[in-house]
């Protein structure tokens, strides 16, 4: 089965992952910009990122068949610093126009700030000016469930933003009703250790439905596995949930998600089962 991971960190992975994701069935992938693993000191390192997410990455990815997307921010952990956070802000409308350029994201709160919260609003604002799709980072742990009700409450205070052009992500069993009962997608990271496991995921499919889900690995510098969205297709299979119901999620969801944005020139492939 064909498939996309909605949430990826490529630029973290070698070059061997994206040839077993190949192998696999996943024909496409979208690239948040994301922590570098420290934090960046000026706006020219941020630029030098965006450049690689743009181009290096889609075309390490084209290698392998596999059609590669991004989104561009300054990350939640980096949002603290207000006053580089909209330096970075100010140039993001210089890739913007790019191809596979989705919309803004992963943006969200980390430690649920002030400054988070400053930075967050003013990437709405830039969002809403160039007409832009937005991908959610909710916080982690015990910050989850507070994180996710005040990205919630700021999302729905702008009447502004069109809600089926957001993705919540990273929601677990106690943050994917709010998300999906206020109108927005939601994103389920299947993760080792944090986050969800494939069978949890299986649960909510259980649970909720179908409807504005979707699952991805957000394969990155910690503890992760990029292949984990092939796992998640393997624990609905031994479920005996049915081919359609599994594709949907994995390849007709993404698809139907990100073809909002005018960046999303998908190519399916001809023989999609």
Same mark, same amino acid.
């Given at each position: 089965?064909?498939?996309?991971? /909605?949430?990826?960190?490529?630029?973290?992975?070698?070059?061997?992952? $994206?040839?077993?994701?190949?192998?696999?069935?996943?024909?496409?992938?979208?690239?948040?910009?994301?922590?570098?693993?420290?934090?960046? #000191?000026?706006?020219?390192?941020?630029?030098? $990122?965006?450049?690689?997410?743009?181009?290096?990455?889609?075309?390490?990815?084209?290698?392998?068949?596999?059609?590669?997307?991004?989104?561009?921010?300054?990350?939640?952990?980096?949002?603290?610093?207000?006053?580089?956070?909209?330096?970075?802000?100010?140039?993001? /409308?210089?890739?913007?126009?790019? /191809?596979?350029?989705?919309? !803004?994201?992963?943006?969200?709160?980390?430690?649920?700030?002030?400054?988070?919260?400053?930075?967050?609003?003013?990437?709405?604002?830039?969002?809403?000016?160039?007409?832009?799709?937005?991908?959610?980072?909710?916080?982690?742990?015990?910050?989850?469930?507070?994180?996710?009700?005040?990205?919630?409450?700021?999302?729905?205070?702008?009447?502004?933003?069109?809600?089926?052009?957001?993705?919540?992500?990273?929601?677990?069993?106690?943050?994917?009703?709010?998300?999906?009962?206020? #109108?927005?997608?939601?994103?389920?990271?299947? $993760?080792?250790?944090?986050?969800?496991?494939?069978?949890?995921?299986?649960?909510? !499919?259980?649970?909720?439905?179908?409807?504005?889900?979707?699952?991805?690995?957000? #394969?990155?510098?910690?503890?992760?596995?990029?292949?984990?969205?092939?796992?998640?297709?393997?624990?609905?299979?031994?479920?005996?949930?049915?081919?359609?119901?599994?594709?949907?999620?994995?390849?007709?969801?993404?698809?139907?998600?990100?073809?909002?944005?005018?960046?999303?020139?998908?190519?399916?492939?001809?023989?999609?089962?």
């Amino acid at each position: 089965m064909y498939y996309i991971d /909605p949430h990826i960190h490529m630029v973290s992975r070698t070059t061997d992952d $994206y040839e077993t994701l190949a192998r696999m069935g996943c024909v496409g992938m979208s690239e948040p910009a994301f922590w570098a693993g420290f934090d960046r #000191g000026s706006v020219d390192s941020f630029r030098d $990122y965006f450049r690689q997410l743009t181009d290096f990455e889609r075309r390490r990815a084209a290698q392998f068949g596999i059609q590669h997307f991004t989104w561009l921010c300054i990350n939640a952990k980096e949002a603290e610093n207000v006053s580089l956070s909209r330096e970075v802000l100010a140039i993001i /409308p210089e890739f913007l126009g790019l /191809p596979g350029v989705l919309g !803004i994201g992963e943006i969200g709160l980390n430690k649920n700030t002030r400054n988070e919260a400053t930075v967050f609003l003013e990437h709405l604002e830039l969002a809403v000016q160039h007409q832009q799709q937005i991908l959610v980072h909710t916080p982690h742990l015990d910050d989850k469930y507070a994180g996710t009700r005040m990205i919630l409450d700021m999302l729905c205070d702008d009447r502004r933003i069109e809600r089926h052009r957001v993705l919540i992500d990273h929601v677990e069993e106690h943050t994917i009703r709010p998300a999906l009962e206020q #109108g927005f997608w939601a994103g389920m990271t299947l $993760y080792p250790l944090t986050k969800c496991t494939p069978a949890r995921a299986a649960d909510m !499919i259980e649970i909720y439905g179908p409807e504005r889900l979707m699952v991805n690995s957000a #394969g990155d510098w910690g503890p992760s596995k990029p292949t984990a969205v092939p796992d998640f297709i393997m624990e609905m299979r031994r479920r005996g949930h049915p081919e359609s119901l599994i594709r949907r999620v994995v390849y007709d969801n993404p698809v139907r998600f990100f073809r909002q944005s005018a960046g999303f020139q998908f190519h399916a492939p001809d023989d999609t089962p």
